[in-house]
């Protein structure tokens, strides 16, 4: 049983325009969120994270949106730049519960 | 620098012949843990440790063992392993909910 889930397997935008990649979640005790970026032969690494007790986070080009009620949360890339193409997971504290991924291409 | 270095990158082997994937980390990281990386099913947790010998299962522990002798170093052991663990294996370290850093995978080709 999923708890963390990203629906959308891959995602392809344009140069400059924006990336919204999703995530879901089930279990309303998760209080801290984070997304990982992921590039081919890498390991993971962070990108930004967001506390339950707010609903925005923001750096630089990245925002992440959280909406408690509807246990949804969204990583913002704007502008997209083609650096950007990886696979972004979504993870959920304590034990890091990680989303399937998904992967984005960003075409110039 | 920073990091948490896994060995070997790359090992093909067959079943049943036991081996042994080495992490460590340079952090002085409490916490460190263990993850496979399969098709669709994204980064699922084998085992964790929140310091020098403590250890726990995560989500498919089946087939696997973990010791934490030293904060730095926490090895990963498939005694007996079989083609279903043919994967892409991450070991990660971070202080307790804080974001983890990730070593940069072991792909196990087992049979």
């Known amino acids: 049983d999923q708890q963390v889930k990203q629906n959308s397997p891959s995602l392809s935008v344009q140069e400059g325009r924006i990336s919204i990649l999703n995530c879901d979640y089930t279990?309303?005790?998760?209080?801290?969120f984070l997304w990982y970026k992921k590039y081919p032969a890498e390991g993971p690494t962070f990108l930004i994270s967001?506390?339950?007790?707010?609903d925005k986070n923001e750096d630089g080009r990245f925002t992440v949106f959280l909406n408690k009620s509807a246990k949804h949360l969204s990583l913002h890339i704007v502008p997209s730049q083609p650096g950007d193409s990886a696979v972004y997971f979504c993870?959920?504290?304590?034990?890091?519960?990680f989303g399937t991924g998904t992967l984005l291409a960003v075409q110039p | 620098e920073a990091q948490v270095t896994q060995n070997p990158r790359y090992l093909i082997t067959v079943t049943g012949k036991k081996l042994t994937v080495t992490c460590s980390q340079n952090m002085n990281h409490e916490y460190m843990s263990w993850y496979r990386q399969d098709p669709g099913l994204g980064l699922r947790q084998i085992y964790y440790?929140?310091?020098?010998?403590?250890?726990d299962k995560g989500d498919v522990p089946e087939g696997y063992k973990v010791s934490r002798k030293e904060k730095r170093n926490f090895p990963l052991i498939l005694e007996s392993p079989s083609p279903n663990q043919t994967s892409l294996y991450f070991c990660?370290?971070?202080?307790?909910?804080?974001?983890?850093?990730f070593g940069n995978g072991t792909r196990l080709t087992v049979t």
């Open positions: 990660a370290s971070g202080l307790y909910n804080s974001p983890l850093h």
């Open positions: 967001i506390s339950s007790i707010k």
């Open positions: 993870a959920a504290t304590n034990k890091l519960i």
């Open positions: 440790s929140m310091n020098v010998e403590v250890t």
């Open positions: 279990n309303s005790m998760f209080d801290y």
